[in-house]
T-cell receptor, first 110, second 115 residues
Framework: LAKTTQPISMDSYEGQEVNITCSHN???????ITWYQQFPSQGPRFIIQ???TKVTNEVASLFIPADRKSSTLSLPRVSLSDTAVYYC???????????FGTGTQLKVEL | GAVVSQHPSWVICKSGTSVKIECRSL??????MFWYRQFPKQSLMLMAT?????????EQGVEKDKFLINHASLTLSTLTVTSAHPEDSSFYIC???????????FGPGTRLLVL
């Protein structure tokens, strides 16, 4: 299993950029890095996925250094509705089994 | 795209009865589906992995005779909680992949309350 470590919680204000870092020291060669967002009593929602370097979509960016032992989810200009738990997962069909860690509770205030 | 649905969204049942939860991939064929359980304020815990047409693989500590999983088609998997007890009350979430297992798409979850 690829153990991931994230901060338990983070606080921010509306309009700020939020960066959540995840460490995954035993990532396997075939593993991808995937981030999910979860609101209370809902299933996790896919945010972004990457293998190396940088990936950007309409809601977030994912930065992955060359050694791939960590990754950073960047949320630009957060709003109150971004208050949620964010999970970093590492795994693949040919590598580590996807396992949910504790996640990061992001709280966005006015 | 990649929408996964679950039915029912919530269910209340008496202790000793069985409950079936359905998980459907609406716009893609899911060769692999996963079932998770989540207790309040905790992370998701993988219960089992199922591939279409074959027996599910259960995680350590999950009773396969209590949590029956059927993945009869590429768009449907079911989880049956047999002889449910109050300690089985939880939030059950399924996910599906298109085959490479690199990306899982999750259903909205089913809240089970056993009285």
């Amino acid at each position: 299993l690829a153990k991931t470590t994230q901060p338990i919680s983070m606080d921010s204000y509306e309009g700020q950029e939020v960066n959540i870092t995840c460490s995954h020291n035993n990532i396997a060669t075939n593993d991808y890095i995937t981030w999910y967002q979860q609101f209370p009593s809902q299933g996790p929602r896919f945010i972004i996925q990457g293998y190396k370097t940088k990936v950007t979509n309409e809601v977030a960016s994912l930065f992955i250094p060359a050694d791939r032992k960590s990754s950073t989810l960047s949320l630009p200009r957060v709003s109150l509705s971004d208050t949620a738990v964010y999970y970093c997962l590492v795994g693949s069909s040919g590598g580590n089994k996807l396992t949910f860690g504790t996640g990061t509770q992001l709280k966005v205030e006015l | 795209g990649a929408v996964v649905s679950q039915h029912p969204s919530w269910v209340i049942c008496k202790s000793g009865t069985s409950v079936k939860i359905e998980c459907r991939s609406l716009d893609f064929q899911a060769t692999t589906m996963f079932w998770y359980r989540q207790f309040p304020k905790q992370s998701l815990m993988l219960m089992a992995t199922s591939n279409e047409g074959s027996k599910a693989t259960y995680e350590q500590g999950v009773e396969k005779d209590k949590f029956l999983i059927n993945h009869a088609s590429l768009t449907l998997s079911t989880l049956t909680v047999t002889s449910a007890h109050p300690e089985d009350s939880s939030f059950y979430i399924c996910s599906a992949t298109t085959g490479d297992q690199e990306t899982q798409y999750f259903g909205p979850g089913t809240r089970l309350l056993v009285l």
